[in-house]
């Protein structure tokens, strides 16, 4: 099954002399329990990409589909259920909230969409156990480590239950050795537990990971690799 698919997607910004080609005439997809890296410069068109798929922004023209749902038909408060609850995001900066504790911060996407406080708190406990920092629920982003938060920042976009994770060059402010270990924990959620991720990244130590690599140039994917063993080459 398809979880995304979207045909010709183009986004213009500006008009006239000033207009800039985001996105022009993209059609990918992603199948479930994949892992799909996007590569390319900046300014190619990645992040315009990955916005679009997830319901953050409109296209000037083309579909995009998540598990068949056209976000076209959606009104903007059909799309914040969608994200709600079938997209998972994980952004480069992480984006946790400096005064809640790594537990708050995990249960709120579930709080936020109308979740008890107590029973959001004890799913959000499951997933830091899962994902070993269980002994830290208690510690604002702060007192944490930059792989500790990564970790809090993935328990977070999986506490909903979501098909899809989209992640926005997550490694970009990380160590190589901490983006490593970011790297085989996507690979992890995808062979573990069956999410699909769409990566956009630079690094290539980390889209080696994916199961398919797309690059990206002026708005165009023009070029696809598949890896020649699932999850790729981690020498």
């Known amino acids: 099954m398809k979880i995304v698919e979207t045909e010709n997607l183009t986004r213009?910004?500006?008009?006239?002399e000033a207009q800039v080609?985001?996105?022009d005439g993209v059609s990918l997809h992603v199948d479930t329990g994949e892992f799909v890296a996007v590569m390319g410069p900046s300014g190619c068109g990645k992040s315009t990409l990955l916005?679009?798929?997830?319901?953050?922004d409109r296209p000037s023209k083309g579909v995009v589909k998540i598990e068949g749902q056209d976000l076209s038909n959606?009104?903007?408060?059909?799309?914040t259920d969608l994200r709600r609850e079938h997209i998972g995001f994980i952004f480069q900066f992480f984006n946790?909230?400096?005064t809640l504790s790594a537990l708050d911060n995990t249960a709120l996407p579930l709080v936020l969409?109308?979740?008890k406080p107590g029973d959001a708190q004890a799913k959000a406990a499951e997933w830091l156990a899962k994902l070993e920092v269980a002994d830290r629920s208690t510690h604002r982003p702060e007192e944490l480590s930059g792989g500790q938060r990564q970790r809090v920042a993935i328990a977070r976009s999986l506490v909903t239950d979501p098909t899809l994770i989209l992640a926005d060059e997550p490694t970009g402010n990380l160590d190589s050795k901490a983006?490593?270990?970011f790297a085989a924990l996507l690979r992890e959620i995808v062979d573990r537990w069956e999410r699909s991720i769409l990566l956009v990244t630079h690094d290539p130590r980390i889209s080696?990971?994916?199961d398919r690599i797309l690059q990206m140039k002026d708005g165009r994917i023009t070029e696809q690799t598949e890896n020649k063993r699932k999850g790729g080459n981690h020498a």
Not at 12 to 16: D, H, N
Not at 74 to 79: C, E, G, K
């Open 208 to 210: 080696s990971y994916a």
């Open 51 to 56: 916005h679009l798929v997830g319901g953050l």
């Open 113 to 115: 969409g109308g979740m």
């Open 179 to 181: 983006a490593q270990e």
């Open 12 to 16: 213009i910004y500006g008009s006239g």
């Open 21 to 23: 080609n985001a996105l």
């Open 74 to 79: 959606l009104n903007d408060d059909d799309l």
């Open 96 to 98: 946790l909230i400096p």
